[in-house]
């Protein structure tokens, strides 16, 4: 045997009798993606028994309610469509969900541009630890208490907010008692409390964006302002649209504020959608006119998420 012939010669290792490479991968496959199946099924199982007893099952109830007159004295009777019908023609349905669209506005777009402004400072210039914890304090506090501590500071006679403007010589003003002010002001004591965890949401979303772009940009010449626009707000749509979309979500929901300083008033001015449910279900004890103002709710809420991922283009960045 020549030296060539060595050393193209295959090497070949025995095998077992009867078992061949195929059945080897036959049988190896299918169990390996069985156990992986088994395995998360495992995980997810928690999560997926508090969705169905938590989420999906009392969501099939409050529609199926949505179809009875029920007083929560008697059994439901089934009515059909008309809870619906009458949701068309009910104005303080409408003239609550105008209240709650005017809230959702002045919110969203106040603690959006404060919440992008104050992180883009923690990425570029504060970036210690410290700081962005003193940011998230306010979203620690319980709504109840920041709607508390709020209604003092701002009330009309003894509030310390009211004793400021009038130490200044301006006339005092009805935050909570006046229908142009009280809207306003809820959004504000909101957008307090809420502003410094949006912002963490959006600093996270900056880490991700390549510090070459930054000193690339820097070379040519380009200012903070012109960094800002062309490359951090476009690399950033995702995450925007993901922010929105939770922020847009939890306005529709705003309730406690309410509940606490004006409970609808005055007169309906601050009655939004979740406040006015929670009337015809516990105070008008209207449970099946109650559970169709919910599900109109979801209905809204899908469809303006819906059209928010269309228009936002949350699955690209430019």
Do not use: C
């Amino acid at each position: 045997m020549t030296k060539a012939n060595a050393t193209t010669r295959p090497v070949t290792f025995p095998l077992s009798a009867g078992v061949t490479p195929s059945k080897l991968g036959r049988s190896t496959g299918p169990r390996r993606r069985r156990s992986d199946l088994r395995v998360a099924l495992v995980f997810i199982a928690p999560a997926l028994f508090g969705f169905t007893v938590f989420y999906l099952l009392p969501a099939v109830r409050g529609f199926y309610l949505s179809l009875t007159d029920w007083n929560l004295l008697s059994d439901p009777e089934f009515v059909g469509l008309d809870n619906y019908r009458r949701l068309l023609g009910d104005e303080l349905f409408w003239n609550a969900l105008w209240v709650t669209a005017k809230y959702v506005v002045i919110n969203i777009s106040i603690q959006t541009v404060l919440a992008i402004l104050i992180a883009v400072l923690l990425d570029r210039v504060a970036r210690a630890t410290w700081i962005r914890g003193i940011v998230l304090l306010p979203y620690l506090m319980p709504n109840v208490v920041v709607a508390l501590l709020f209604l003092w500071i701002l009330d009309f006679q003894l509030g310390i907010g009211n004793h400021a403007i009038a130490a200044i010589g301006l006339d005092r003003i009805p935050f909570f008692g006046s229908q142009g002010w009280v809207i306003p002001t809820i959004a504000g004591v909101n957008i307090w409390r809420h502003m410094g965890y949006t912002a963490l949401l959006i600093f996270a979303g900056l880490q991700a964006i390549p510090r070459t772009l930054y000193e690339q940009a820097a070379i040519d010449g380009a200012n903070e302002w012109r960094i800002f626009w062309r490359i951090t707000l476009p690399l950033l749509r995702p995450v925007l649209a993901l922010v929105l979309v939770i922020s847009i979500i939890g306005s529709f929901q705003i309730f406690d504020t309410i509940a606490v300083t004006t409970e609808g008033g005055p007169v309906h001015a601050s009655r939004v959608i979740y406040y006015y449910i929670y009337e015809r279900a516990f105070q008008n004890f209207d449970m099946g006119y109650a559970a169709a103002l919910g599900v109109a709710l979801v209905a809204i809420l899908v469809g303006v998420t819906v059209i928010q991922l269309k228009l936002l283009r949350a699955r690209e960045t430019d």
